[in-house]
């Protein structure tokens, strides 16, 4: 399937649902007594306000480049479209590096990739005082007291950068991937021609964080595209279970996007609760997860579910931020977990041999023009034929229905190898022990480079449970015994002492650990299950 020519920019997208249903709510969000929301026609106006304030009272010319530390709201939604409006570059901060408010270790490079002529912050932060940060607030009220006549939306082509957004830095330092406005229409035109009912208004309750290319660029494009609708979210827990699922009884969402961190917390409440769970599945038409691999028991907990409240597709895929967010969707409805789909229109995916295993390379109109590190533009790591090396490794299967897919093989970054020279395949590894583990293990990082024998920290998904350790012992050799091989048998275990930091790089913005980075924060705890602390597994008779 390939992709029209001359696609719409997504700005072109918002003047025409403005001009077809300007009281249509594009976004609503939290507040404390209530929730706010901003209508599609709104959303444009108050844009063009922004775009003007920010070129006549900041100094912003086309290509200027604004940085944000805002989390997801009204106020960041109008910044963003004020950006397209005036074909400014909108760069997403990512906040943890930014919580002293100093040019501390970990912003220094990232603002070295950004160069912003302004940064932009919530009310308080402390960026504000001590890195002279603009508060957004205050561009809104100015905006809100603004009188002037009506500029013009900025004169754009295709190939201006829209956007630049980070990856997570798991193998290096932090990269800045920029985003083109072609970026984005091609990525969504290419979803709703592969899922046709992505163009029926979507509602969606989000709670992914807008630094991140998942939520920050492909959902809140996607509602724009589609006509649909966002009621942003707070993050899954104990505490905010109950108003998301007031929420969810409110607007019934035909969507849901998400990883599976997340579908897991809504999982455990939607089990118990026969009404919310009816709420949430009234007009829900899919389910899509990413970002992680899902377990074989949450899986299972899924298609149970499905089963008994409704018939919503249950859908994933795969991407990166170097394309603008996607590469592969599955075709519905999913057939088991791990499957990445087919590429997107207008795309093509090559595997190729890359030391014993196969890695999955892309090429389309997704691809970003370059990196952007310690303010140089650097290539993306291409091959002789254009196509960029993902890193990750995949295979290609055949469903039941004949249809061809490919599926996630782990990273090929997380390999490494024993003191023997003998491979292991650690993403692989990892995903196969979360399932046998399952569902006592939250994650699992496996540490055993350049030594005789795997071990393994487990995160487990409850604490002070005093039978975890015996049961977790007696999963692992059985494991042990049915992958005795070095490179997949785990000699001794031990429990996280405590979550992964985040603000310290452990955790990516989609709830994964990220192995590499933990592995060097904790090689402590490495160093001493090695040396015989922790846990023997118990070995199967």
């Not at 029926?200 to 807008?210: F, M, T």
């Not at 009816?278 to 377990?295: E, M, S």
């Not at 692992?476 to 049915?482: E, H, L, R, S, T």
């Not at 955790?507 to 160093?527: C, E, M, P, T």
Request: charged share 20%.
């Amino acid at each position: 399937m390939e992709l029209a020519d001359n696609l719409p920019d997504i700005f072109d997208r918002l003047r025409a649902w403005a001009a077809r249903s300007p009281e249509r709510i594009l976004l609503s969000e939290p507040t404390a007594t209530a929730r706010r929301s901003i209508s599609y026609g709104e959303a444009l106006a108050e844009a063009r306000v922004m775009h003007r304030q920010l070129a006549e009272k900041h100094g912003l010319r086309k290509g200027g480049r604004v940085a944000t530390l805002a989390p997801a709201g009204i106020d960041a939604l109008i910044l963003k479209l004020a950006c397209l409006a005036g074909g400014f570059v909108h760069v997403a901060l990512p906040p943890f590096a930014f919580g002293k408010g100093a040019m501390t270790e970990a912003a220094r490079p990232l603002l070295e990739v950004a160069q912003p002529k302004l940064i932009l912050a919530p009310s308080g932060h402390p960026a504000i005082g001590g890195m002279g940060a603009y508060s957004l607030r205050a561009l809104v009220d100015a905006c809100m007291e603004d009188t002037g006549d009506e500029i013009e939306d900025e004169v754009v082509a295709p190939g201006d950068w829209a956007a630049i957004f980070f990856t997570s830095g798991s193998t290096g330092a932090p990269k800045g991937v920029p985003i083109t406005r072609a970026m984005i229409s091609s990525n969504q035109a290419a979803i709703a021609a592969m899922w046709p009912f992505m163009t029926e208004s979507p509602v969606l309750v989000d709670w992914l964080p807008w630094h991140h290319v998942f939520g920050g660029l492909d959902n809140v494009f996607k509602i724009i595209w589609n006509g649909g609708t966002m009621h942003v979210d707070a993050p899954p827990g104990p505490s905010s279970i109950e108003a998301t699922m007031r929420l969810m009884e409110d607007v019934s969402p035909t969507m849901h996007i998400g990883v599976p961190l997340g579908l897991r917390l809504l999982l455990d409440h939607l089990e118990r609760d026969e009404h919310a769970a009816n709420a949430f599945t009234r007009r829900l038409r899919a389910v899509f997860f990413a970002g992680a691999g899902i377990d074989a028991e949450l899986w299972q907990r899924l298609l149970n579910f499905r089963g008994t409240h409704g018939n919503f597709e249950i859908l994933s895929g795969y991407g990166a931020t170097e394309a603008a967010s996607t590469i592969c969707l599955s075709p519905a409805p999913l057939e088991r977990p791990g499957e990445l789909g087919h590429p997107l229109p207008g795309h093509r995916i090559a595997l190729v041999e890359t030391d014993g295993r196969t890695e999955l390379r892309v090429d389309g109109p997704n691809l970003a023009p370059c990196y952007l590190i310690e303010g140089r533009e650097v290539s993306l790591p291409l091959d002789e034929y254009g196509f960029y090396r993902t890193g990750d490794a995949a295979l290609l299967g055949v469903r039941s229905d004949g249809l061809p897919v490919f599926a996630f093989d782990g990273r090929l970054a997380e390999d490494f190898k024993l003191s023997s020279g003998v491979k292991v395949r650690a993403g692989s590894l990892r995903a196969k022990l979360m399932t046998q583990c399952a569902p006592l293990a939250a994650d699992i990082v496996v540490a055993g480079e350049n030594r005789e024998q795997l071990v393994a920290l487990v995160f487990p998904t409850t604490v002070g449970d005093e039978g975890l350790t015996h049961e977790l012992a007696a999963r692992i050799g059985v494991w042990n015994k049915a992958n005795g091989a070095s490179s997949t048998r785990i000699s001794r275990f031990a429990l996280a002492p405590a979550p992964a930091d985040r603000t310290r790089g452990e955790l990516s913005d989609k709830g994964q650990i990220v192995q590499s980075r933990y592995l060097r924060n904790h090689a402590d705890l490495f160093d001493a299950l090695h040396a015989g602390g922790g846990y023997l597994p118990i070995e199967a008779a």
